[in-house]
């Protein structure tokens, strides 16, 4: 048997540097005739393919090239689809995830092999491979929502979670298939001599063997391996590169197995979905490679699949284009539709259900190959296959940007109160071996809806040895600034001179306007042996802001669970829901744990807020009696865990007496451990310079006298 698809003339274009300039002609150009026509640009890039292509004006061929990069392409969209999945949504909602994936699984494969197999007359076989490729789908639709920003939605989850599993049921069906009529792909080799019933037998136990090994092998090895080269390696390109390592060996390890590579990309993405936060560097330059160059050539690809020729020339072909796309479209939407209803959710929801769910594109010429070696498909049937991948991306990428939109602006209100926020973080920082840490704190940390940069500032001695701090300084703040552009935001910097480091700070956080201070706890006792160091206590004695001090031991990705001990009363502090927000977003971006230690009363408020406001955060709350039981938490603190410390100011409602002792119950039980001390919001916006007074100290000291009476008489008394 010949198929036209893999039939054409010698292309135009054969040079490969002339073959990559018309490649990248086509990604630069192909949005920008698209918008001008309101037409969603992935489109574009399938008709750009079927164009230059072999059955169009045969410029170029589809040879190596778009093969590789169109597979890598595809994988791309795969592991992206995993790597950005809410996890916790998923944990939630698994019934609801189950049922559309049986539904858009199941509704479509028996419409199509019912049509296929009554009104086109196929065979059993060939119908049910027909409808194996109808009951899967691929995101083609998925950078849309990348661009708005909906890659956490409930819908957006729902529909990829679903599509793994209708994905992953028709390649097991189609396995199921190959080795019914005896495919080498679902055959082994000793198995020749058995008989038929025996061999398939001893097949579907192979299979479960190893794809049961890869899954717990996988689970149990990535995540380790992940935490021991991002501890060791923060070099960019070598992070990068170990990524995309893991990704084509999960894909390779499943080929072997019998399943397509695109399960093995998704599956990876979702291990390595708790290492890569959403607004890390790295999560910006996997997007940004994958968008630039590998899923356009793989759209690119698959419109140099499409032979319109044949669907011009009219004949069967055109009557199996509308009736494969309108059946299995038709299936995937009442599957949708059906579970919004079932699960009352909006239209807008349903719509983008629909639109994720109904492009299908190169799984489904994975599928029809297997067809080709069985010698089940005709020529009409593979055009009408590869012209029906045309018009169910259309549909997919026209509805998705629809919904996509309605989404967006069903969600205005929301977006509009968050933009009431003051939010501006200032980063105060001085050494570089934690500076960058405590830029990608701050980017975890912040609201990307607001969209608001982050001010950066570096405060320098004016003595002798300034010429030589500011020149650190700067240099310091330019490795800040590239890293915070390679997560796509805009770093304010400021070199400052002072002859006080705390009112250097103060004064620069009125002139920015910030909202709140993120810098480092002071380590270097040689030069201070104070655990406060030399100025921070002046600082926040003299700041009403939210501060927040930090030491790293470790990178922030590999942090497996966030201890939050939390004061009596410190819900009526007016810095209580500031400080919470920022916890909640710095949990939700690294997909850990975070347990909270407080009074009922505060557990209670938090535990309403988190509900409310962060509900893919996985929140414990564990009951706390009275703050002397801080030191008893140090056995529950791993390496792997941040110790956050919310910790009051001197005369406010929050404070007590046992938060004296913090530095040194710090320092004595909690020394190399990841810390985090908070220091809330007290009385607004207005800081204590405003409000000098002769009957307000401007100054505190770390101790006070009477602490130190006492501690001389209780020394006093030990030695007696």
Known sequence: MTTSLLLADKPLIDNP????????????????VMSKLRIPHIIGMVLSGVLVGPFGLNLLARESSFEIFGQVGLYYIMFLAGLEMDLESVKKNTRQFLLFGLLTCLIPLSLTYVVA??????????????????????????PIIGRYGLQRHPSVGLSVGSSMISLFMALVMLAALSST????????????DMPPVVSQVVFWLFFLVKLAAYIVGSVLLIPRLTRYFLRRYSD????????????FLSATLTTIIGLEGIFGAFFSGLILNRYIPRVSPLMNRLEFIGNAIFIPYFLIGVGMLINVRSVLAGGEVVWIVLLIAFIGTFGKAVAAYASSLIYRLPQSEGNM?????????????????????????SDDMLNGVVMMILVTCVISTMMTEHSAKQIVLDAKVKVAEGKSDDEKILLCVKYPDIAPQLLSLSLLMRNPSLNRGLVALNVVYDDEHSAAGREQGMRLLEQLQEQASASEVVLQTQVR????????????????????????????????????????????NGLNRQIILTRFVQPLPTLRRIQV????????????????????RFAEQLDCRIQFHGRNESLELIRNYTALRHKSVRADYTFMAHWNELPQLASHIADDHMFVVVTARKGTISYKNAQERLPDELQEHFNGKNLMIVFPDQFGADTKEDNMSFTEAQHKEETSLYDFISRLIHSRKERH
């Open 17 to 32: 540097t002339m073959i990559f300039l018309v490649v990248l002609l086509i990604i630069l150009s192909a949005p920008i």
């Open 181 to 192: 009529i005896g495919n080498a792909t679902g055959s082994l080799p000793f198995t020749a």
């Open 353 to 377: 259900m629909f639109g994720l769910t109904s492009a299908h594109a190169a799984g489904a010429i994975a599928m029809m190959m297997v067809g080709i070696r069985q010698q089940m498909v």
């Open 236 to 247: 960019a390109v070598m992070q990068y590169i170990y990524v995309m390592s893991v990704m």
């Open 497 to 540: 001179l002072a002859t006080n480091i705390a009112n250097g700070i103060k004064h620069a956080f009125k002139e920015f306007a910030c909202s709140e201070i993120v810098m480092g706890i002071h380590v270097h006792t040689d030069v201070n042996p104070k655990f406060w160091g030399a100025f921070i206590q002046s600082l926040y």
């Open 565 to 584: 001990a939390v004061p009596s009363r410190a819900e009526f502090e007016p810095g209580f829901h500031r400080w919470l927000e920022r916890l909640c």
């Open 117 to 142: 197999l009554t009104v086109l007359q196929y065979s059993a076989a060939t119908s049910f491979l027909l409808g194996c490729i109808m009951a899967s789908n691929t995101l083609v639709a998925y």
